[in-house]
Nanobody, 122 residues
């Protein structure tokens, strides 16, 4: 079965960095667009970043542009999210997703991981 497993979350202070990772199995990884979403209690799931199947294009939410970077390794079946200059408002559960195209809507993605928690404090 398809499995996406996130790792790399944790508790950090504002201004610190984290690198999230997502390991994929059970699908032909190189054919899928990949994305990161995040969600906090009481809020809707929010688009963070996406990358096309061959990494020829990336898309970022305005709130993370210049601070976050998405990348992928189609040999190791991994996708990453490098998070720099973290802010308190970045606190959320971060989800990895695989889909047909690198759009910003959650409905574009059919496979999801269980999430990894990122907590940023002052």
């Amino acid at each position: 079965q398809v499995r996406l497993v996130e790792s790399g979350g944790g508790s950090v202070q504002a201004g610190d960095s984290l690198n999230l990772a997502c390991a994929a199995s059970g699908l032909t990884f190189r054919l899928y667009a990949m994305a990161w979403f995040r969600q906090s209690p009481g809020k809707e799931r929010e688009f963070v970043a996406s990358i096309t199947w061959n990494a020829d294009s990336t898309t970022y939410a305005d709130s993370v542009k210049g601070r976050f970077a998405i990348s992928r390794d189609n040999v190791q079946n991994m996708v990453y999210l490098q998070m720099n200059s973290l802010k308190i408002e970045d606190t959320a559960n971060y989800f990895c997703a695989a889909g047909m195209a690198a759009y910003t809507s959650p409905q574009s993605y059919g496979h999801w991981g269980q999430g990894t928690q990122v907590t940023v404090s002052s």
